[in-house]
């Protein structure tokens, strides 16, 4: 099952969404997806048949504003290369929202969602946003969250580019210890390291069959 959270055009709270065939189905529900989560597969199942077949709208997916699949409640535990963070939920993001303007260059890969089912539940694509001097000023969650059993098993292959030219590539296990066992509810692996960005550079992170994307630096839209 794949998944979404966004911006509801008719009420403009945040929705959940079952992505079918192009489309993004908003729920009828008013659970989130972290919820939904919690609750284990079944939950997720009923949910997403719900959403599918009832939906209270629906909008093509590129037209859809989205915001990070889940809203963490404790810091997210991020592993990029030999550093560990632990980013603040004040700090996460989705991908139509605006990019902190001191961000310098970016580590990209997955992040891991525990809930009802298990150690791990789901996966979506990551990017953390660091300034100048390294620091974290933001990470970016989504667009698109995959449950487990809905994956090919095999490792996610990342890249990032900007202007057609790839600048960074790396691969991910989804069974790798970190995302399987790591701290809390929501951990992150990190693998791709992009070079200095300038400002208005558009960054296209590739996350394999987790998704694609791409997001202006500096962007405050």
Sequence with gaps: MRWVTYLSPSGGGARVGALDDGDVMGSPGTRSLGELLEGGNDALADAHERAVNGAIEIIVEPEARMCAPVAPTAPVSVRAGDRVFDIGPELVRGVDDAVAPEARSARVGVAALAGGSGPTSAYTPACLWLDASGEPVELILGPVLTTADDLSGEAVELS?????????????????????????????????????LDADDELFVDAGELGTYEVRVGSQV
Aim: net charge neutral; glycine share 14%; aromatic share 2%.
């Design 160 to 196: 990032t580019s900007v202007d057609d030219k790839e600048n960074g590539r790396g691969r991910v296990e989804p069974g790798h210890d970190w995302l399987v066992s790591g701290p809390g509810r929501v951990r992150a692996l990190l693998p791709v390291a992009t070079p200095a």
